[in-house]
């Protein structure tokens, strides 16, 4: 797989299923999601269509094969983070390393900056120690993404019978002004 061979493009509600079952594996196989039950995929299209009444939600495709995807949510229901976004990724098992989470936090970033959103965190899972559920690799890419570590919440989530930390990464997009205008729908700046 060549990155050339890559497409960035919107999700689409057709596209619930594989989104769905890239997802399941790591809620019933991993740590790096506190879900510990997979969504449905009638639930899984319900997300879909409510990150994108306002943010942008991108898909990796490589040859019709869809191997990854990055959505961003609003991070805080109160006025005052309206310019702050969640960030999520998730790269099907098989295609990690391929260079297909830059890209897709490339076009997110991008589609972000034109909506006016100003701060990007990432609640990433975190292991005391490495283990068979959670390595610190989210931290590391997210590192190389330019997000720095804001905190932890030390043993904040128990899954396989075990306590892991959540670490709170930021990215500053935008300038921090007094007089911020509101963002837009990423509707309106696509």
């Not at 409510?50 to 991108?58: D, G, K, L, R, T």
């Not at 919440?153 to 997009?173: A, I």
Request: charged residues 25%.
């Amino acid at each position: 797989m060549k990155q050339q061979e890559i497409i960035i493009r919107e999700a689409t509600v057709a596209d619930a299923e594989t989104l769905c079952e890239i997802y399941a594996y790591y809620v019933e196989h991993t740590a790096i999601t506190f879900e510990t039950q997979a969504p449905s995929v009638a639930e899984f299209t319900e997300r879909i269509c409510a990150i994108q009444e306002w943010y942008p939600y991108f898909v990796a495709e490589c040859q019709g094969e869809i191997l990854g995807y990055a959505y961003a949510h609003r991070y805080h229901e109160r006025a005052a983070f309206g310019w702050d976004v969640e960030t999520t990724i998730y790269v099907r098992q098989d295609k990690k390393r391929a260079g297909l989470g830059k890209l897709l936090y490339e076009a997110l970033e991008t589609a972000l900056k034109k909506q006016g959103i100003v701060n990007c965190y990432a609640l990433v899972a975190e292991p005391e120690q490495e283990d068979e559920y959670l390595t610190r690799d989210s931290i590391h890419f997210h590192e190389k993404m330019g997000y720095t570590v804001a905190g932890t919440l030390h043993f904040s989530g128990c899954k396989f019978g075990r306590w892991y930390h959540m670490t709170t990464l930021e990215k500053f997009l935008g300038d921090h002004g007094t007089k911020m205008e509101a963002i837009k729908p990423y509707k309106a700046v696509r």
